[in-house]
């Protein structure tokens, strides 16, 4: 019911943008506008905070439906899970009252800011720096690579709050757009994901209460990167949509394009294709599901099937789309058809949280 709902959805109030909010690399605020008209923009906030409760698996078929019609506009219900998961796993009870509260309701989003200029792979190598005034901390530093940077309200915001103890001495905060000395590079003119701003998050002098801090002082790291084993899943949801979507074009086209005088889709060769693509997809999403629900229960071998959930996903989204591409021959190559949008949407689901290389790491410190 739930994939039904999402999926006559995005059909109908998100796919028909799609294409021109990639072409004019802007904000799908339609995409935003149903999804919180549905209550489907954050679905993973608990019922106690105003929220719909969805668990894992569920907050996976939303995004992985957005994905399916546009990527852009998936990383709303996603990224709204990767900045607001460290309040929810970590933070203190009136942390959650005040800040899941609006997410929730669709008067705020979140963004998560771990990455910098020069510490991507290397997070813990981050500079940004909060130091103890009284009751309040102030930040100062350089955050890169913001997702919604300038739409969202809320930020969760990992700094060095004290420099001798590396991973150990990261602290997670809560920043808002609104406080002062908060600012926002220009968007970055990208490959794909285009409606997706991505922005530098400038902190300077950003003087907050001390209790903005998620859990305990020098946590924030080890908060950073058990978040990232919860979300790691949603983006093996997006890649599976974005696939899904190319796929589901891709077997409709290849009925109706005829050469040597019958529809391509009768020469053996390219059934094999969508064969491959079909299976692998498939393959990607039993794994992907076999991780919410490791997710959901929080399971000790969570970080592995993370890891392995996202890496396997963006590869098969990737190799489906450029295989999408293929199967339509030129026209697969113009912007007059949606599979080059998907191919280069699907790219960028092997590089951030983490890149491809970092979950093979991963999954190798943390084999089942
Ligand atoms: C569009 C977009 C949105 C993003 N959104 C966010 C966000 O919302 N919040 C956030 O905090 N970050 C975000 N990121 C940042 C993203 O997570 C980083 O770009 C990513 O982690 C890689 O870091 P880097 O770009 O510095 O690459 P680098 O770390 O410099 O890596 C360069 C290359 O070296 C490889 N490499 C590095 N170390 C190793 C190693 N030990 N072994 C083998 N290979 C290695 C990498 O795999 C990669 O191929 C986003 C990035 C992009 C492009």
Not at 126 to 141: C, I
Not at 189 to 216: H, Q, W
Not at 300 to 310: E, H, N, S, V
């Amino acid at each position: 019911m739930l994939r039904e709902t999402i999926r006559s959805l995005a059909e109908a109030k998100i796919a028909p943008h799609a294409a021109a909010v990639d072409e004019e690399a802007r904000f799908p605020q339609e995409a935003l506008d149903a999804l919180v008209a549905s209550d489907l923009h954050a679905v993973h906030v608990p019922e106690e905070y105003g929220g719909a409760g969805a668990d894992a698996l569920a907050t996976v078929i939303v995004i992985e439906e957005v994905a399916r019609v546009c990527a852009s506009s998936s990383l709303i219900p996603a990224v709204n899970k990767l900045g607001s998961l460290p309040v929810i796993l970590s933070g203190s009870e009136d942390l959650k009252k005040k800040y899941l509260g609006p997410l929730a309701k669709g008067d705020a989003m979140f963004s998560y800011a771990l990455s910098e200029p020069d510490a991507g792979s290397d997070a813990a190598g981050m500079k940004t720096k909060a130091v103890r005034d009284g009751d309040f901390w102030v930040l100062n530093g350089v955050k890169r690579w913001i997702t919604n940077a300038g739409e969202s309200e809320y930020y969760t915001v990992m700094a060095v709050t004290d420099p001798e103890k590396r991973s150990k001495g990261i602290s997670a905060f809560v920043v808002e757009k609104s406080d002062e000395g908060v600012s926002f590079g220009a968007p970055e003119k990208k490959l794909g994901i285009k409606g997706s701003p991505t922005r530098e998050v400038y902190l300077d002098n950003v003087r907050i209460p001390a209790d903005r801090m998620i859990g305990e002082e020098g946590t924030g790291f080890a908060t950073a990167m058990k978040t990232l084993d919860h979300t790691r899943i949603t983006i093996a949801a997006q890649a599976l949509g974005i696939a899904q979507g190319a796929l589901d074009y891709a077997k409709g086209y290849v009925q109706e394009r005829k050469q040597f005088g019958k529809p391509i889709a009768d020469f053996q060769g390219i059934q094999f294709m969508l064969a491959d693509m079909a299976m692998k997809l498939e393959a990607a999403r039993q794994l992907t599901y076999s991780a919410a629900a490791k997710s959901e229960r929080v399971d000790g071998d969570l970080t592995f099937f993370g890891a392995a959930a996202k890496c396997f996903a963006s590869d098969v989204a990737m190799e489906v789309t450029t295989d999408a591409v293929q199967l339509l021959g030129g026209y697969g190559y113009t912007r007059d058809y949606p599979v080059e949008r998907m191919m280069r949407d699907a790219k960028i689901t092997q590089i951030y949280e983490g890149t491809n290389q970092v979950q093979r790491i991963v999954m190798a410190r943390n084999l089942p």
